[in-house]
């Protein structure tokens, strides 16, 4: 130790005065110009930034729509900026390419969330899934959702929810608009896509119980809440002031509230269960969490907050986006009459009038109906700024160095608006979504990403637009839509930076003028199948004397008659035959048509408590069996379909016709 000390003195003549007088300082200087070079370097690499203000940062420059004012930002700073939202650095993202690097090229470091402050009190200080940060339970919340809730076959599974909703929706219509009233859509399509959610998440929100309506409040308030901007996100030393002006006990107002409510629901739950109540075939999404609670893995993961907290997620992540969508599309459609000409066109013509509605199965052919919902979302994309990321490591993109914990905006809005990729983009074109090449929403085309991408992309993509096109094409197949006389449709959003941001569109009301389809009640002159009808209902004695319900019993009556022998004579068809997939196929007829029996009996049970819109869509239902025996010999081209299965077939189709034309006297 001693013989290092006389290295670090100064040579002897000098003395130690000199020494701290002279050397020092000289040394001090240089040590802050390395530094200030070593700085500037680095700021060089940095995205450029629009000048801030002193504590403030960058805050004064967004408005009341940060989407729009995020674009008239990065048009003057570029696609990648750096701005310091209070104490926050934020990187905006407002071009493909930089899209592709933050959700693609570098998703895995890009894939957490900032800690947001109502979501710590909403979510009682556990993690959901949409704001999780990235990790161990974001992802096994994820694989849950998507393979128990979300994943395509389960959504091909909720198919009959959706066709009751969307029959539901179309009757409430028809009760509430006349030529002379107006209709205030808006409520009616939050209350269509709540209303499925509540039912695919749990089927006990029925409608009879009045537990959907419960739930709506407290999704519409948790919207506000993410929604708000709370002082203590940007400053984190001014969190109290959150305090003071009450943002944190209204979110605590609204957590109690959802436990509450989830509470109630989950106890509802586990009392069935514990009954043995609960059938498997009838499991909704809180008896699979449940039932997934058991498993000794998922205990420390699915607590009874995680549960509650995913759940609200799914509730309130589910309805605002695609109500607003709905309502955008409609609004759009009534702006323009040519589309919606060539939409009614489209879907009237492929939509078989027989049934009285449209189907899912109608939907794959309805290709402009698809390229006008997605029209719709490129404009008006329900989460116009994605959900905010923050960045987990150092990263470098498109040569620009980005610190640890930056927030990241994706503006998915300005990126679906950039004239350099879409021509005229402020236009409503649908017909830019027809043909091969096509941009499609699933997240590899980086120019147009309403759902987001990579590892954070919407898991209820499907679910959503499985919804949206089927509400949407009976919409325009079951109405026609005009504005009231003199009104125009504005289009407006607002919504706050960095949260969940709806687009409300302002106050789109609109106008539905009657169904050109009316029939007069107790006749069948007007029926489709004229003959048809008054053979088969004159054929039973009660007729003359029956009023449209009675008459609408009748023909069902027929058409379980009809759906019962079919189904016994493909089972004995099967009985005789040798060739083993002959058998197979005629086995699978006969419990079709036991199927349409038995949805025609529900219609019954329906009509007889004039829930018409169930009967409706129960003979719908019953409607559809008999085709996939059909399918079935089709795609055996060494079956022939017997002829008088064929019969048989058509005349069941044709009741179940006759009877939905009179039902739809009734509602
Ligand atoms: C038109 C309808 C919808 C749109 C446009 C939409 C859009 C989005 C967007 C942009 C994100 C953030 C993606 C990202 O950070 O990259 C997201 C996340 C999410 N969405 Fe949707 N969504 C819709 C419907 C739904 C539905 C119906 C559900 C559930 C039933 C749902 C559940 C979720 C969840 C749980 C997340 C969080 C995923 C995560 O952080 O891992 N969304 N959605």
């Known amino acids: 130790m001693s013989s290092s000390m006389p290295l670090l003195l100064p040579p002897s003549p000098l003395p130690t005065t000199l020494f701290i007088i002279l050397v020092l300082p000289l040394s001090l200087l240089l040590l802050r110009l390395a530094l200030r070079r070593n700085l500037r370097a680095r700021t060089h690499d940095m ?37 310091r939202l209070g104490q926050v650095p934020t990187l905006v993202v407002s071009s493909p390419d930089g899209a592709r690097d933050v959700m693609r090229n570098h998703d895995q470091v890009f894939a957490s969330r900032p800690a947001l402050k109502p979501a710590k009190v909403l979510f009682d200080g556990t993690t959901d899934l949409a704001l999780a940060p990235y990790g161990d339970s974001w992802r096994q919340l994820r694989k849950i959702c998507a393979f128990h809730l979300l994943s395509s076959i389960r959504v091909q599974s909720y198919r009959l929810i959706r066709q009751e909703e969307v029959g539901f929706m179309i009757r409430k219509i028809s009760s509430q608009a006349s030529p002379t009233t107006s209709v205030d859509m808006s409520e009616i399509f939050y209350s269509f896509a709540n209303d499925i959610l509540c039912r695919v998440v749990s089927g006990k929100f029925n409608r009879e119980e009045g537990r959907n309506v419960l739930f709506r409040e407290p999704i519409r308030e948790f919207s506000v809440l993410l929604g708000k901007f709370y002082v203590g996100d940007y400053f984190p030393r001014l969190g ?77 992540g589910g309805t605002e986006t695609s109500y607003v969508t709905l309502e955008y599309a409609m ?28 189907t899912e199965e109608e939907l794959d052919e309805m290709v402009y109906l698809k390229a006008i919902i997605k029209e719709v979302l490129r404009l008006y994309p329900p989460a116009p700024l994605l959900l905010p990321r923050e960045l987990m490591e ?51 085309d980086f120019e147009f990403i309403p759902f987001g991408a990579g590892r954070r992309i919407c898991p209820g993509m499907s679910f959503a637009i499985a919804s949206l096109e089927l509400a949407l094409a009976n919409l325009v197949y079951h109405f026609d839509w005009e504005l009231p006389g003199g009104m125009t449709v504005h289009i407006l959003r607002r919504g706050r930076l960095g949260k969940v941001v709806v687009g409300i569109p302002d106050k789109a009301v609109l106008f539905r003028r009657p169904d050109q389809i009316p029939l007069p009640a107790k006749t069948c002159n007007e029926t489709t199948y004229y ?53 197979a196929v005629l086995r699978a007829c006969a419990t079709k048509y036991a199927n349409a029996r038995e949805a025609l009996q529900w219609s019954l049970e329906a ?40 019969r048989r077939e058509e005349d069941l189709e044709h009741l179940c016709t006759i009877a939905l034309e009179i039902i739809s006297l009734l509602g």
């Open 607 to 646: 009509l007889s408590t004039e829930a018409y819109d169930y009967a409706f869509v129960h003979v719908s239902a019953a409607a559809e069996y008999p085709n996939v025996c059909r399918v079935l010999f089709r795609q055996n081209p060494r079956l022939a379909y017997p002829a008088a299965m064929a």
């Open 331 to 358: 609004a759009e459609l009534v702006r323009s009459p040519r589309v919606m000409a060539k939409l009614q066109h489209q879907v009237r013509g492929i939509a078989s009038r027989r049934k009285g509605t449209v």
């Open 240 to 316: 109290w002031v959150d305090v003071l002006f009450g943002s944190m006990e209204r979110a605590k107002k609204s957590k109690k509230r959802w436990d509450d409510l989830l509470d109630g629901v989950i106890q509802e739950h586990e009392d069935r269960s514990a009954k043995g109540d609960d059938d498997d075939d009838d499991k909704d999404f809180v008896d699979v969490l449940l039932s997934l609670r058991e498993d000794p893995a998922n205990h420390a993961l699915l607590t009874p907050q995680t549960v509650k907290a995913l759940l609200m997620d799914i509730f309130s």
């Open 531 to 583: 003959d048809f009808c008054v053979s088969s209902l004159g054929s039973d004695p009660h007729s003359r004397k029956a009023d449209v319900k009675g008459l609408s019993t009748i023909a069902i009556d027929i058409a379980i008659s009809n759906a019962t022998n079919t189904s016994s004579f493909a089972a004995d068809l099967a009985h005789n035959a040798t060739d083993a997939s002959l058998v």
């Open 47 to 83: 995205p450029p930034s629009p000048p801030k203000l002193p504590f403030v940062g960058n805050f004064h420059q967004l408005g009341s729509l940060p989407h729009r004012s995020l674009h008239a930002l990065s048009q003057k700073h570029g696609p990648l900026m750096l701005l």
């Open 394 to 444: 150092d990263c470098q993109i498109q040569g620009y160095n980005i610190p640890k914990k930056t927030r990241v905006i994706v503006n998915a809005w300005a990126i679906s608006r950039d004239p350099s990729h879409w021509e005229a983009p402020d236009e409503f074109k649908p017909e830019r979504f027809m043909g091969d090449g096509a941009m499609d929403f699933k997240g590899n």
